[in-house]
């Protein structure tokens, strides 16, 4: 079995198209750390996908917040404004769809998806400090998480932590093999909205019989994206992190 393993789509219809794409031929099932909507302006038709096609899911802050499951007042000005415009944007067969989401941790398979970290859905893995404190409470060899939209993660040694690298900026993969007796945090990045430097969409294939995490990166139509923002009236900011990549 081999997995495309994609995070953080946040309703970017142009990322997630070219991610498909790129990616076409080189895997059998489709797995999402969450986050299928909030910021861009695509959200009916990136929820009605994920239905039809995902085959697990973890669900994200935002997917709680679009479907109204948590309240604003932990958002920023310009996340609460996409999430409220998103409430009224979405299709009632859609919001179900995100209420019915699972907390994660989800088994699948030999490894697990999460959305922030094991401990928390909520909480963001950021740096190697952090992820070394949650060895032991991993309950998994592989962890598969999103939510800092960060491509790369990290390797849980005894007593410390190391980051794993990002797809460098001139090549569109980069192979890990992960080893047996090592614990892995690995976040695939995020395929709508990346905020590591590289505008590029970010997702990871997995190959579990060779224990292989192939994370990749493939350029999109970012202008065309960024018009449909604007033109939905959403905030300026939305369009232009996309060209940055933060
Ligand atoms: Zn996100």
């Given at each position: 079995?081999?997995?495309?393993i ?17 990616a ?7 797995l ?25 899911i ?5 997917d ?14 310009v ?11 979405v ?45 032991g ?14 491509q ?29 007796d090592?614990?892995?945090?690995v ?5 709508g ?29 970012i202008?065309?994206?960024?018009a ?8 300026e900011?939305?369009?232009?992190r996309l060209?940055?990549?933060t």
């Open positions: 079995m081999r997995y495309l994609l995070s953080d789509i946040h309703s970017n219809w142009e990322a997630l198209q070219a991610v498909l794409e790129h076409r031929g080189r895997y059998d099932r489709i999402c750390c969450g986050d299928i909507v909030g910021y861009g302006a695509d959200p009916n038709v990136c929820t009605e996908w994920a239905r039809a096609k995902v085959h697990t973890v669900r994200g802050n935002h709680k917040a679009c479907a109204g499951l948590d309240d604003l007042e932990w958002f920023n000005p996340a609460r404004t996409s999430a409220l415009w998103t409430q009224q944007e299709s009632a067969e859609n919001i179900e769809y995100l209420r019915s989401l699972p907390k994660g941790p989800i088994e699948a398979g030999s490894f697990q998806l999460v959305h922030g970290s094991p401990l928390d859905e909520d909480d963001y893995l950021v740096n190697a400090r952090e992820a070394a404190q949650l060895g409470y991993v309950g998994a060899s592989v962890t598969f998480f999103g939510h800092t939209h960060l790369g993660g990290f390797e849980l040694h005894r007593g410390g932590a190391r980051r794993i690298q990002r797809t460098p900026e001139g090549a569109d993969s980069f192979e890990v093999e992960l080893e047996p090592i614990v892995y945090l976040n695939p990045g995020s395929v909205q990346p905020r590591d430097g590289d505008p590029r969409a970010a997702y990871l294939l997995y190959t579990p019989a060779r224990r292989l995490a192939e994370y990749r990166r493939v350029v999109y139509d202008g065309k994206a960024q449909k923002i604007l033109g939905a009236g959403l905030p900011l939305l369009a232009w060209s940055q990549g």
